[in-house]
Nanobody, 127 residues
Framework: QLQLVESGGGLVQPGGSLTLSCAIS????????IGWFRQAPGKEREVVSC????????KYADSVKGRFTISTDNAKALVLLQVNSLQPEDTANYYC????????????????????WGQGTQVTVSS
């Protein structure tokens, strides 16, 4: 059973950067596409990015395109999300997720596609 554990969140000033990590266990990065999401208090969960290692595909939500970069560290079984030029509106709990559906290698920017979630890591952008 795939398990996902996020880390790397914290408090950062506007304009700052963080690298979020999603540690994968119970499966390999070639078996699943991984998505990153965020949810701010009082708001719906928002898809941010996804990556399919086996198809070599990455996708980004328009709101983060050019500022966020998703990648994998295959040796450490990590999916990384580099978040740059952070603004207060980026404050949220950030989650990684995968799907148990048959086409689990597809990189899909859709909330309802994913059904296996990590516990999240909090990112707070404030001066």
């Amino acid at each position: 059973q795939l398990q996902l554990v996020e880390s790397g969140g914290g408090l950062v000033q506007p304009g700052g950067s963080l690298t979020l990590s999603c540690a994968i266990s119970g499966a390999t990065l070639s078996e699943y596409a991984i998505g990153w999401f965020r949810q701010a208090p009082g708001k719906e969960r928002e898809v941010v990015s996804c990556i399919s290692k086996i198809y070599g595909i990455t996708k980004y939500a328009d709101s983060v395109k050019g500022r966020f970069t998703i990648s994998t560290d295959n040796a450490k079984a990590l999916v990384l999300l580099q978040v740059n030029s952070l603004q207060p509106e980026d404050t949220a709990n950030y989650y990684c997720a995968a799907t148990t559906k048959p086409l689990r290698n597809l990189c899909v920017l859709q909330n309802s596609w994913y059904d296996l979630w990590g516990q999240g890591t909090q990112v707070t952008v404030s001066s």
